[in-house]
């Protein structure tokens, strides 16, 4: 253990061991996690490190290498897809798998929307892997605006079948992950006519590709769409289908009937899977950011670099702009792993309900993740890029662990819906039950009774401290920006602008109001989570600075918001300031010791800046050294060099 | 053509030659560049573009052919290193290539500090390539704060020569350009020691490798440093020098002497190199930006997503949402490429002035490059991430073009200097004006004869479109944040805290101060700029609503800021927010041909989304087919899918 960290840790304040089992569950839940862990890490497969040296065919191959030895793992030990092990392990993966599809989107696709019978036939070959699908919804020339797919699915009473087809080259499926060379079979959106009649998006099971030699099927144009940000690892896809007929009985249907066309009873629940995905992102992006925040602080408490007094190089986490982009960090992690929780909580009650036949919750279920699912991934992608600058030059390296968070996570901005347009959609949603308050859900309870006041009750530091009052500016914030927003876009169809129009022209101010609300929610939660949780007084005086300053940061960051209306004042604006040094230096002194606790094995965190021991520089020289142009001293490409210095080009 | 940006480009209210040529600086130059481009372009070489699908090996190998390429071309061509013409070759290329650091840090650095006689022995060498050179001044546990470098050159009276070293792990050079396998001399930054005294930091020229066969010399332990975010083409080298000997005349001594020790007149005079680099910066973070611009407003003008109203959908161009995101970032590159334009003409001057021996403006230079370099490289990487989320999910694919731009650029937020310490070293500068009024430099003549105002003077639309109004509210923005800052720094002080301790603890505001002084800068220049620059009256119109959007949308960005002290207050606020959606409106029916006249030749963009034609999606379909995956139609890992399949794992 590197001397740093080490003093770091025995300052510590609070018993790690108990908030690691707090933010796991429980001590079993914990236990359970660093079981899988080991399995997985101890398989050397999974440890390779060279995805940044090897050509793109060779990262694919190793792609199905790790699903081998996933799929091997699992059925050794037994472990369902569906479980919450399979969940735990895919994260620890660090890396999407080209069938990661097939288990979250292909199998509870037809799990949520296939009738028993369909369920009876597909699921026990999807589940034993004797076939493998995808999810293909997106188009190339459409994305998160689905009625806009153009693929077809035309019955054909005379054959029992549909007749698959895209028409155009931007009806083209594109981008679903292990459609190009993985998957055999997908489950594909297409608007479903009968009788010449369009009955929009449906779901519908289509082969690809042989499952004797795995060539494409006649009628499938399939390939791999070329290299991206991220996902190395999987062969995301481009597939043209040239009117190839299936079966009536593989379209979906436990909801819609197609022959004689019976509609579900919410349009929504064709997106079930798509919103559960959008439901686990939110617990996601409190991990990367979890991640990225240990990295950043504990080679913060190693690294020395300039001076505050001459003569003395203090750790960088001694200084106050570096505690101020990485403690808030920390801060939104933990408030996201909260939100996370609440979340999954809602999903699976509103699962159970629809299970129920009760179809009305998916509305909210559905506002609520979009909102959050953007909310969550945008500022999780910007604070990890904060923590990755805040290590300075070595942050840029690959040895600084960032990039394999990053350029995945990257994608999260507009997979699952982009996220102007889920605020958007979130934003219908707040707008309605703003219009019609007694709608509104417990998340927006605000608004059945809301209390515009005309001023924040802060006087004195002692009031940014009580979380009562914080909500309340939050809250406060959010009811303004929501009003302004509701009169703006009534004023605007009262002068005579169609209700569309207005939508638009009020957008940017709509997009604030629902960002408002989000944070607000994300706040409010938080705060009550902690009240709800039990720990002991060390541990709950650590979580409230967090807390306190997880709120009073979003103030700052917002003031304009909050001033604006003449809610807060300047000097109530100063007094957050004040508060939130006072709480950095507070948190200065367990900001090891918090991160200790997001518990992150090495290997996964794979950074040379974040290992648990300190040890940054040996480790980043050790790991220069395997460089693949280090394998000789004069590299073979010297035949360039050579002419060049000779003048012999 | 694709007919949208055809319909687009017809309804342009002004000529889009004038506007390149006032870009370029007239038509003559912009004549040149595009015969530079067109030499370049016409080599394949320059056209590949598998850098993505290859191993690093491989792409470093290009980087070197590459090299060669362009060698070549400046011979054939008589284009000497130091030109103009080279730095539009330069940028162009669109990768880093293993010997940028050779031409621009290693020659002007033996140019800007070698005596007449070093200058006459190793600029021949290097300007005709028989030796290659980096500038390694960072170590591996020392960046920016330059003080704290560890590798020692000590003088040895009885040889006359320098016995370079590096103690410690900590000490070895680290991510130096070329360093790695390319360059066998460099210029090292080293602690000068002579008769046992430290004189702090120095230039030496030392030979790493050997001319006859590229091994590396004796005592010298050098390799690459393994991959990054980008600069894949480059090998970022490590280097460790154990007691190598080098003879006194390797130290570069125009400005202080070894043996009995003479020190510079200013000591930054060492750091001249860097500085010029930071200059370069701003310029080519408005080329960035611009390029990023390009690609997302052609593709928003092609692309249609969700409706308007039923039935419709518009080029998403149309949504405010879009207008809001992509219009603030081409007013941002117009105005880094003024503000970079200044920076050029005060480097000028001030290069002028230190061969005249006044070496005082170096202290204004440094200051207000460090500054600019923060503010324009922190503004333009969000601006290129804005624009690429901007373009959806499509974004996220390589065929997109921004990857190029990113990860490279991604990299400007921490080389030559780390932006917070670059915001620090630019603020110490900033109070120390501050507190000297008179020694404030024309670019804070406000703080001469500060006027701090009540109320801003606006009571209505036309108000917020009127240049000096505009002005006068960042530089009351700036000046409130400086002197409540200042005011801050003395109430510490006065409290018995030392002076180091305050700065740190007041670090946060005065991070908020900097930022503020140079966004007022960028503003001020920006319009003064325009007044200055004849042009055709539709094309004024044009410029003078990207430069009041610039400025108005910077106000609603922070208006916390503004509203904090009184100085503006909500109403003022909502006319600046009325303004934006005004001059977005008026923006869009130009903002094809804006980006237009920013003249970006499709070899630079290689952006299937932002090409002139517009041929997106055919054009994104025929670049997928070639995914070296799409080889055969069942990739050679399948024999791993076949044993998942069939259970055999």
């Not at 392990?89 to 999407?96: A, C, F, P, R, V």
């Not at 493998?132 to 994305?143: F, R």
């Not at 479903?192 to 519908?204: A, E, P, R």
């Not at 953007?374 to 600084?400: K, L, M, P, Q, W």
Request: contains cysteine; proline residues 3%.
């Amino acid at each position: 253990m590197d001397a740093p960290l080490l003093k770091e840790r025995e300052r510590a304040t609070f018993n790690v061991t108990e908030l690691i089992h707090l933010l796991n569950g429980s001590e079993e839940e914990t236990k359970r996690r660093k079981e899988l862990e080991s399995w997985l890490y101890n398989n050397p497969v999974f440890r390779q490190d060279d995805r940044y040296q090897i050509s793109r065919e060779e990262v694919y191959e190793r792609g199905l290498q790790k699903t081998r030895e996933l799929v091997n793992l699992c059925r050794r030990k037994n472990i369902k897809f569906d479980s919450l092990d399979f969940a735990r392990l895919n994260i620890s993966t660090l890396e999407e798998l080209p069938f990661f599809l097939h288990v979250i989107m292909f199998i509870p696709t037809i799990r949520g929307q296939g009738t028993e019978e369909q369920k009876r036939k597909w699921l026990p070959l999807a589940e034993d892997l004797k076939i493998l699908g995808t999810y293909a919804q997106t188009e190339l020339g459409h994305g998160t605006f689905l009625r806009g797919l153009e693929t077809k699915a035309t019955y054909d009473v005379s054959s029992r079948e549909f007749i698959v087809n895209s028409p155009t080259i931007t009806s083209m499926k594109w981008w679903p992950g292990g459609l190009g060379k993985t998957c055999n079979y997908a489950v594909i959106a297409a608007q479903l006519y009968t009788k010449g009649k369009c009955y929009g998006i449906h779901m519908f099971i289509v082969q690809l590709r042989s499952l004797e030699d795995h060539k494409p099927l006649p009628g499938v144009t399939i390939g791999d769409i070329g290299n991206k940000y991220g996902f190395h690892t999987v062969d995301n896809g481009f597939l043209r289908l040239d009117n190839v007929r299936i079966p009536y009985e593989n379209m979906l249907m436990r909801y819609a009937k197609a022959c004689d066309y019976i509609p579900p009873v919410n349009p929504k629940i064709n997106y079930g899977t798509m919103t559960s995905i959008r439901v686990d992102l939110v617990k996601d992006a409190s991990v990367i950011l979890a991640a990225a925040s240990t990295i950043a602080i504990r080679y913060s408490a190693v690294r020395h670099q300039t001076e505050i007094r001459p003569g003395e190089e203090p750790p960088v986490l001694d200084y106050i702009t570096q505690q101020f982009k990485l403690f808030p960090q920390i801060a939104t992690a933990i408030a996201f792993h909260f939100a996370g929780d609440y979340m999954h909580r809602i999903y699976d009650k509103v699962q159970s309900e629809i299970f129920d036949g009760h179809l009305s919750a998916i509305t909210e279920l559905h506002g609520i993740s979009a909102g959050l699912k953007a909310f969550t991934t945008d500022t999780s992608i910007a604070g990890v890029e904060i923590c990755r600058r805040a290590c300075g030059g070595h942050g840029y390296s690959n040895a600084s662990g960032f990039q394999r968070f990053y350029e995945n996570w990257l994608g999260s901005a507009t997979y699952e819906g982009e996220n102007t347009v889920m605020y958007l959609q979130a934003a219908r949603y707040l707008f309605k039950c703003y219009d019609n308050p007694k709608e509104a859900p417990e998340t927006m309870s605000y608004l059945r009774y809301p209390q515009n006041k005309m001023e924040w009750n802060v006087k004195s530091a002692d009031d940014v401290s009580n979380y009562a009052t914080l909500i309340t500016a939050f809250e406060q914030r959010a009811l303004s920006k929501i009003s302004s927003t509701a009169k703006k876009l009534k004023n605007l169809t009262h002068y005579g602008m169609n209700r569309n129009d207005a939508w638009n022209a009020a957008s940017v101010d709509i997009l604030h109001s629902i960002k408002a609300h989000c944070h607000y929610f994300i706040v409010k939660n938080y705060m009550q989570s902690l009240n709800h949780l039990k720990m002991s007084s060390p541990l709950r005086q650590v979580m409230t600075a967090v807390a306190l300053l997880y709120a009073n940061y979003g103030i700052d960051e917002h003031a304009g918001d909050f001033l604006e209306s003449g809610f807060m004042n300047g000097k109530q604006i100063n007094l957050v300031r004040a508060k939130i040094l006072q709480l950095l230096k507070e948190i200065r002194v367990n900001a090891v010791a918090i991160v200790d606790s997001f518990d992150f094995d090495d290997r996964f965190l794979r950074s040379a800046l974040g290992a648990y021991d300190g040890n940054v520089y040996n480790r980043l020289f050790k790991w220069a050294k395997l460089s693949p142009l280090n394998k000789t001293e004069v590299h073979s490409s010297y035949k360039y060099l050579r002419r060049i210095l000779q003048s012999k080009l």
